[in-house]
């Protein structure tokens, strides 16, 4: 048999454009004689629907538009995952199509309720071995734990975090022995490394229930946080068959393979774990992504970021430029400007150039990077293709000029350096690069608070106030542009900062989207380096020779981050302490001192102090902080991974037992 798994790029409550990828998945199913097919948890509706998924409606509106999906399954058997209400109940299941009929719904048995996932709010579990019935218009289907047939194959379902229970609970233990195939429809999160575990996961259950696995992943940023990287894959008796390139810029992504379900089951197989994943370039694109996803959905014009010259706005800088040529290495030009919705409608078009020796080089621009052809005769020499590598370089950095919009804004405490770092990169992408300074607007509004308090305002007394002031002052003008031009402004704080509050609320916090603030800052520096080195941004030589600075105090003071908190290492180590593994301040210090950190006892006493400190009294601003992409393994966004109260003791009693 034929079977395939389809990673879909879904819209929470978008039943147009859910519906149009689900008949789009099917048709391409057909097409290359696909039999059965396995679209991802939740694709009819979308799986961040959050508390709609509470309604009556929204569930019922579901059901209904599954009907539209019942002609498109004559000749194929299709399972297409939805919520499904009972009883003021809301079940998360996938139902099982085929010939246009409904043969039932499998429902999900267990729950995710960690980290980004807070199903138990929206779903109840279904009851291992109870099945009910679920009417609509007439008719009924049968809903619950259910084992279907296609073809003489029996199949039964895991769905998403059913199959990360472990193996005497989950439901695959129960169907050992009964079933030739479990379809597994998930909504599983991207995190960097992760992609390793799923393997494992699927390849391990294949074997330990002597079985054919299939595995299909929902793709891309759903609904604003969470990133999905549309895995595939396919395993049997241990033996990997499928594994598809993760996030695609594609809508849909068909995978398939041939199952000799009638032939026994291969020995089983020694998994051995995938090579060391690359978390530089898993970063890079799922970032890329979800920028795109995040522009197109949020129906924006492009981008507009306050360039500092600094570390985390250079990193955002170089994501807009990636997500164009990531973007376009896949679609092609035309189709990325399509499917951006940032370019007004144009033809197809062919760009003609001359190579060496009057030979023409023709790039079509409907064609993807991987499939360009030469349409005359084939490059041949070193000068062709440094015209051909040029060409695509020039058309990438005139769809970053469109797309992303720089502005340096300088004060007397701002440094040539990172002025050059801003332009000569904001140069290199391609993008329009604008430069002004807010010293009048800061003096205005110290003299008018001067003029209030009837004193001066002064360094050694008002240090903090001063510092957030230029931060403040740079976000009027900023968002203005963003207005004017229809766009997303990007603010650039990572995890680290948000950690202790190293910022200013409406200053540089300001903005629509925040996209590494899931990201700590010595990772972002590490990234960066790799970036220059590796994907040739060779404009980050000037950040990467730089210490990490607000330069808002007077250039003379040297300002650096590290010296107003601690070295970011360490900041990191404590925040995945505290946090992560739920340390208290005691067991935080202690893991910290039976580890080589290069400072002594007193020293880590100090940092640990001041970082529960500054976190205690920081939540309010994470609480602010504009949406954030979810990248690592955790984060420290209140809204969909780590609850914190506002107002707290602070720590007050474990802190004096250090």
Not at 276 to 292: G, R, W
Not at 552 to 567: F, I, K, N, V
């Amino acid at each position: 048999m034929r079977i395939a798994g389809a990673a879909l790029n879904q819209i929470p409550i978008d039943w147009e454009n859910n519906l149009r990828n689900i008949e789009a998945a099917i048709a391409q199913a057909k097409a290359a004689g696909v039999e059965l097919l396995c679209l991802p948890e939740l694709c009819l509706t979308g799986y961040g629907c959050e508390d709609l998924f509470l309604s009556d409606w929204m569930p019922e509106a579901a059901l209904a538009h599954l009907q539209q999906v019942r002609p498109w399954t004559t000749g194929i058997c299709v399972v297409v995952g939805l919520p499904v209400r009972l009883h003021h109940r809301t079940y998360n299941v996938a139902a099982v199509l085929r010939d246009g009929q409904i043969l039932g719904f499998a429902a999900k048995q267990f729950l995710a309720n960690d980290g980004v996932h807070y199903e138990t709010r929206f779903f109840a579990p279904w009851v291992a071995g109870e099945t009910t019935t679920v009417a609509w218009e007439g008719e009924t289907w049968p809903l619950g734990d259910m084992v279907f047939e296609h073809r003489g194959v029996r199949f039964g379902f895991e769905i998403c975090e059913d199959a990360w229970r472990p193996d005497d609970v989950r439901p695959a233990c129960r169907l050992r022995g009964r079933v030739d195939l479990i379809v597994n429809p998930s909504a599983s999160h991207f995190a960097m490394s992760k992609t390793d575990v799923r393997y494992q996961l699927v390849t391990k259950a294949s074997r330990t229930f002597n079985c054919t696995y299939l595995y299909a992943n929902l793709l891309g940023n759903e609904s604003g946080r969470i990133i999905f990287d549309g895995e595939i894959l396919v395993a049997r008796n241990g033996h990997l068959l499928l594994r598809n390139q993760l996030m695609s810029f594609k809508e849909v992504d068909l995978e398939w393979v041939d199952v000799d379900f009638a032939a026994a089951l291969p020995p089983a197989a020694h998994i051995a774990p995938l090579p060391e994943p690359d978390e530089y370039k898993e970063l890079n694109q799922a970032m890329s992504l979800a920028l795109f996803d995040y522009l197109r959905k949020a129906r924006s014009r492009g981008f507009v970021l306050s360039l500092s010259g600094g570390a985390d706005s250079c990193f955002c800088a170089v994501g807009v430029a990636e997500m164009v040529r990531l973007g376009v290495e896949e679609l092609g030009i035309a189709e990325f400007k399509r499917r951006s919705g940032c370019f007004p409608a144009e033809a197809e078009t062919a760009v003609v150039q001359e190579g060496a020796g009057g030979r023409a080089v023709q790039l079509v621009e409907n064609e993807s990077r991987r499939e360009l052809k030469v349409k005359s005769e084939e490059l041949r020499g070193h000068d062709e293709l440094l015209t051909f590598n040029a060409q695509l370089l020039t058309q990438n950095q005139e769809l970053v000029q469109q797309l992303l919009t720089c502005v340096y804004q300088g004060t007397v405490n701002s440094s040539d350096d990172t002025f050059h770092s801003a332009r000569e990169l904001a140069d290199s992408l391609g993008a329009r690069f604008h430069h002004w300074e807010i010293d009048d607007e800061v003096a205005g509004y110290v003299g008018k608070i001067e003029g209030a308090l009837g004193r001066d305002l002064a360094w050694h007394t008002d240090d903090l106030a001063l510092q957030n002031i230029q931060a403040r002052v740079r976000a009027p003008g900023i968002w203005l542009l963003a207005n004017v031009q229809n766009c997303l402004l990007i603010t650039t704080s990572n995890r680290s900062e948000a950690s202790v509050g190293y910022c200013t609320m409406d200053g540089d916090t300001a903005g629509s989207i925040s996209p590494i603030a899931g990201v700590d800052k010595y990772f972002v520096k590490l990234w960066l380096r790799w970036a220059e080195t590796t994907l040739g941004y060779a404009a980050l030589r000037h950040v990467n020779a730089l210490q990490p600075t607000a330069e808002l105090r007077p250039l003379a003071d040297q300002q650096t981050d590290e010296r107003d908190l601690m070295p970011y290492s360490l900041l990191n180590r404590i925040e995945r302490l505290a946090f992560y593994d739920r340390l208290s301040p005691r067991q935080v210090l202690a893991m910290l001192e039976g580890e080589s950190t290069g400072f002594d006892e007193d020293q880590l006493k100090t940092y640990v102090r001041r970082f529960y400190g500054l976190w205690s009294r920081n939540q309010w601003k994470r609480e602010r902080y504009a949406p954030s992409f979810h990248l690592d393994d955790y984060n420290v966004d209140p809204r969909s991974w780590l609850r914190f109260p506002i107002l707290s003791g602070g720590f007050a009693a474990e802190l004096a037992e250090l």
